[in-house]
């Protein structure tokens, strides 16, 4: 069965900043991967997807992934952060046809963008 | 209309209440999903429902009762619901993807529950 681990609960980083934030999965067949983002008191939005072809995928507000198949890893990128970037951010995999392909969710990040 | 719209944004209710959950797009999608989310938590499945049918339920207590009415909406009823039920309960939607497993999900942006 597929699933995800974020490796880091809180990053905090200064304005303009880089931030990376770590997603690794588990599966043994293909997979389907996401990034959401949630902000306060919000729904969750699609950031980006991989799904197939190119392995850096770019999303929007300037966020991309690179998916790593050796590494089976799929981690979050931005070269530079703004206060608006202050989020939770889940990494997702689809799941398999015993999974009845539902959203397999890690445990989530929590962005602190500092001035 | 590309999104998820959920009514009411926050509800209220005692323990002895009835009250529904409204989830609603007009996007053509084909599965529908309920969520439910503790603080700092991630979404925890709750149902799927897809061409309008149940094929999911993750073992929820049946105070909680998933209705699909037609391909564009979902409702949630609530029934003698308990303190612990308090969440923000998200619904989703999928892109049907030539009958095979959906991908991605969209997600509304919730009601806040809160069981007194």
Known sequence: AQSVTQLDSQVPVFEEAPVELRCNYSSSVSVYLFWYVQYPNQGLQLLLKYLSGSTLVKGINGFEAEFNKSQTSFHLRKPSVHISDTAEYFCAVRGSYNQGGKLIFGQGTELSVKP | ?116
């Open chain 2, 1 to 116: 209309d590309t999104e998820v719209t959920q009514t009411p944004k926050h509800l209220v209710m005692g323990m002895t209440n009835k009250k529904s959950l409204k989830c609603e797009q007009h996007m053509g999608h084909r599965a529908m999903y309920w969520y439910k989310q503790k603080a700092k938590k991630p979404p925890e499945l709750m149902f799927v429902y897809s061409y309008e049918k149940l094929s999911i339920n993750e073992s929820v207590p049946s105070r909680f009762s998933p209705e699909c009415p037609n391909s564009s909406l979902l409702n949630l009823h609530l029934h003698a619901l308990q303190p612990e039920d308090s969440a923000l309960y998200l619904c989703a939607s999928s892109p049907p993807v030539g009958g095979r497993l959906p991908h991605e999900q969209f997600f509304g942006p919730g009601t806040r529950l809160t069981v007194l």
